[in-house]
C-alpha cells in the first residue's frame, strides 16, 4: 500500500537531490525521510533510489514513481479542498423530497433561510407523496423526505429504521362552500357532512377521509378525486361538494369561494422530516433539517 505522505517525501528527494535538503524542505530530520524512503521501497518491493556517496539517482521504477506522485498528490489536494468545503458547509448537495403542501409552506421558508446562512449549499426538490418519498429515501434516491403519517393510523414502525425528526401537528379542518349552512359554525361534527358529496384529495388522505367518517357511522360519496389541492378549493368553491384538507394545505392555496372550519372529532397528522442514520451526519443534510425545524416553528 503506497501511502500519500511516502509520495511526498519521494518527491521531495528527487527535487531536492538529498535527504538532509528534502527534510528542510518538508519540515522534518534526515532520519525520518531515510526512514520513510524505506517503508516506501518495503511498500514497492524494490528500490527507488540509488546511493553513490553522498550523491543520489532514482532507479528506473523511482523516475515512475515521481512520474505519477504529483498527479496522485494534486488529486488528494483537491480531494481534500473539496471534502473540507462540504464539511464547512462552503459547498454540498442535498436531494430533497417533499408532498405538495410541505412544498408550498415550509420549504419556501426553510430553503431561503438555508441559502442566507450557507450559499454554497445547493438543494434539489422533487415532489412525491409518502409512501412513495420514503421508498426513494431508502432507495438512495433523495437524502431528506418530508413526510406525514396520521394519528392512530396503522404503520408506525414503518419509518424505525430511518431518522425522524418531528416538526409539526397538522389538523383537518373541513372545507364548505361559502353558501352551505354550516360554512360559518364554530365547528362541525364529521357526521353532520355524512349526506354531503365530497371531492377527495391524495390517495394516503382520501383513505384517511374514508377511515374518518366510517369511524363517525358514514361513508363518504365521493364525487370528485384530485391531488391537486388548488383543485379541491375550486371544486368546494363552484359548490359541487365539501371536502377535508390538512390545514397546511389550505394555508399553500386561496380559498375562493370557500370556506375553513374546525372539525369534531380532530383529526391530525404529524409532519416529520426523514434521513438515513448516516446522512444525518452530514453537514449540509443536518443543517436542512435544522432549518426545516425553524420554519416548521414559523408556521
Same mark, same amino acid.
Given at each position: 500500500?503506497?501511502?500519500?505522505?511516502?509520495?511526498?517525501?519521494?518527491?521531495?528527494?528527487?527535487?531536492?537531490?538529498?535527504?538532509?535538503?528534502?527534510?528542510?524542505e518538508l519540515g522534518c530530520t534526515q532520519p525520518a525521510v531515510s526512514q520513510q524512503m524505506k517503508a516506501l521501497e518495503t511498500s514497492v518491493g524494490t528500490p527507488l533510489l540509488v546511493r553513490n556517496g553522498r550523491e543520489m539517482r532514482l532507479t528506473q521504477a523511482g523516475e515512475a514513481l515521481?512520474?505519477?506522485?504529483?498527479?496522485?498528490?494534486?488529486?488528494?489536494?483537491?480531494?481534500?479542498?473539496?471534502?473540507a468545503a462540504i464539511a464547512g458547509l462552503r459547498a454540498g448537495r442535498v436531494r430533497l423530497?417533499?408532498?405538495?403542501?410541505?412544498?408550498?409552506?415550509?420549504?419556501?421558508?426553510?430553503?431561503?433561510?438555508? +441559502?442566507?446562512?450557507h450559499p454554497g449549499t445547493r438543494?434539489?426538490?422533487?415532489e412525491a407523496?409518502?409512501?412513495?418519498?420514503?421508498?426513494?429515501?431508502?432507495?438512495?434516491?433523495?437524502d431528506i423526505a418530508l413526510a406525514f403519517r396520521y394519528e392512530g393510523a396503522a404503520g408506525a414502525e414503518e419509518w424505525d429504521d430511518l431518522?425522524?425528526?418531528?416538526?409539526?401537528?397538522?389538523?383537518?379542518?373541513?372545507?364548505?362552500p361559502e353558501r352551505h349552512r354550516l360554512a360559518h359554525a364554530a365547528s362541525v361534527a364529521l357526521g353532520e357532512l355524512a349526506d354531503e358529496p365530497w371531492i377527495a384529495g391524495c390517495p394516503r388522505c382520501r383513505g384517511q377521509l374514508v377511515q374518518a367518517c366510517e369511524?363517525?357511522?358514514?361513508?363518504?360519496?365521493?364525487?370528485?378525486?384530485?391531488?391537486?389541492?388548488?383543485?379541491?378549493?375550486?371544486?368546494?368553491?363552484?359548490?359541487?361538494?365539501?371536502?377535508?384538507?390538512?390545514?397546511?394545505?389550505?394555508?399553500?392555496? +386561496?380559498?375562493?369561494?370557500? +370556506?375553513t372550519v374546525a372539525l369534531e372529532p380532530a383529526v391530525v397528522r404529524?409532519?416529520?422530516?426523514?434521513?438515513?442514520?448516516?446522512?444525518?451526519?452530514?453537514?449540509?443534510?443536518?443543517?436542512?433539517?435544522?432549518q426545516l425545524r425553524r420554519a416548521a416553528r414559523r408556521a
Amino acid at each position: 500500500m503506497i501511502e500519500a505522505r511516502h509520495l511526498r517525501v519521494l518527491r521531495a528527494v528527487a527535487t531536492t537531490g538529498s535527504f538532509s535538503a528534502a527534510g528542510r524542505e518538508l519540515g522534518c530530520t534526515q532520519p525520518a525521510v531515510s526512514q520513510q524512503m524505506k517503508a516506501l521501497e518495503t511498500s514497492v518491493g524494490t528500490p527507488l533510489l540509488v546511493r553513490n556517496g553522498r550523491e543520489m539517482r532514482l532507479t528506473q521504477a523511482g523516475e515512475a514513481l515521481v512520474r505519477h506522485a504529483s498527479g496522485i498528490l494534486a488529486g488528494l489536494t483537491a480531494a481534500e479542498e473539496e471534502v473540507a468545503a462540504i464539511a464547512g458547509l462552503r459547498a454540498g448537495r442535498v436531494r430533497l423530497v417533499s408532498f405538495p403542501s410541505g412544498s408550498s409552506t415550509l420549504v419556501p421558508t426553510a430553503l431561503a433561510a438555508l +441559502r442566507a446562512a450557507h450559499p454554497g449549499t445547493r438543494v434539489s426538490l422533487e415532489e412525491a407523496e409518502p409512501p412513495k418519498s420514503v421508498e426513494l429515501l431508502r432507495a438512495g434516491d433523495c437524502d431528506i423526505a418530508l413526510a406525514f403519517r396520521y394519528e392512530g393510523a396503522a404503520g408506525a414502525e414503518e419509518w424505525d429504521d430511518l431518522v425522524v425528526r418531528p416538526l409539526l401537528t397538522d389538523r383537518l379542518v373541513g372545507l364548505l362552500p361559502e353558501r352551505h349552512r354550516l360554512a360559518h359554525a364554530a365547528s362541525v361534527a364529521l357526521g353532520e357532512l355524512a349526506d354531503e358529496p365530497w371531492i377527495a384529495g391524495c390517495p394516503r388522505c382520501r383513505g384517511q377521509l374514508v377511515q374518518a367518517c366510517e369511524n363517525v357511522g358514514f361513508t363518504p360519496r365521493i364525487d370528485f378525486a384530485t391531488d391537486d389541492y388548488p383543485a379541491v378549493v375550486g371544486l368546494v368553491g363552484a359548490g359541487l361538494g365539501v371536502a377535508v384538507l390538512p390545514q397546511l394545505a389550505v394555508e399553500s392555496v +386561496r380559498p375562493r369561494g370557500a +370556506r375553513t372550519v374546525a372539525l369534531e372529532p380532530a383529526v391530525v397528522r404529524e409532519i416529520v422530516a426523514l434521513t438515513l442514520p448516516d446522512l444525518a451526519q452530514v453537514p449540509a443534510v443536518a443543517a436542512t433539517l435544522e432549518q426545516l425545524r425553524r420554519a416548521a416553528r414559523r408556521a
